[in-house]
């Protein structure tokens, strides 16, 4: 079965400030990887996804994504993170076959001070 | 196109009271799953469905069941409730092949007491 590190649990920047959001994955086959954010009080949005090609994925926001097989990593960037950043932000796979249901990290909290 | 809705949003129950919810896509979708997010823990696949008619198990079903009679809709039950249940669960659907996406509904706060 497949499983998803997000090693940051709380992160707190201050505003223009550049974010790295870690996220590593085990499984042994192909995967689609996805970051998604849920500000205070909401569901689930989508800022990015990765399925194949390029990398490097840009998303909503401002916010990417860099894909690195060797690695199983998909960390999550921004160069200047705003106080509407606020948010949790969680990092989640799904092998590219079967049921495709989604296995997420544990989350990490980002607080943006202004 | 609402995309997806849960009804009801709130809810307080009592241990071995009963509940479903409801899971509703106006998208045509062909996979529904029920997750349910607990503190520091992210979102864990309860039951999921890949068509109407079917369903099954997730990484923690125990406790839960599921039925879907209606490619729209996917109910979620809880027979007897106990306190370890109390979470947000959230409905999500997505189309049926590789490169798609779920969406999520707005989840249900449960509390049971």
Not at chain 1, 60 to 73: Q, R
């Amino acid at each position: 079965a497949q499983s998803v590190s997000q090693h940051n649990h709380h992160v707190i920047l201050s505003e223009a400030a550049s974010l790295e959001l870690g996220c590593n994955y085990s499984y042994g086959g192909t995967v689609n990887l996805f970051w998604y954010v849920q500000y205070p009080g909401q569901h689930l949005q989508l800022l990015l996804k990765y399925f194949s090609g390029d990398p490097l994925v840009k998303g909503i926001k401002g916010f990417e994504a860099e894909f690195i097989k060797s690695k199983f990593s998909f960390n999550l960037r921004k160069p200047s993170v705003q106080w509407s950043d606020t948010a949790e932000y969680f990092c989640a796979v799904t092998p590219d076959t079967g049921r495709r249901a989604l296995t997420f990290g544990s989350g990490t909290r980002l607080q943006v001070q202004p | 196109n609402a995309g997806v809705t849960q009804t009801p949003k709130f809810r307080v129950l009592k241990t071995g009271q009963s509940m479903t919810l409801l899971c509703a896509q106006d998208m045509n979708h062909e996979y529904m799953y029920w997750y349910r997010q607990d503190p520091g823990m992210g979102l864990r696949l309860i039951h999921y469905s890949v068509g109407e008619g079917t369903t099954a198990k997730g990484e923690v079903p125990d406790g839960y069941n599921v039925s879907r009679l209606k490619k729209q809709n996917f109910l979620l039950g809880l027979e007897s409730a106990a306190p370890s249940q109390t979470s947000v669960y959230f409905c999500a659907s997505k189309l049926a092949g590789a490169i798609r996406e779920q969406y999520f509904g707005p989840g249900t706060r449960l509390t049971v007491t």
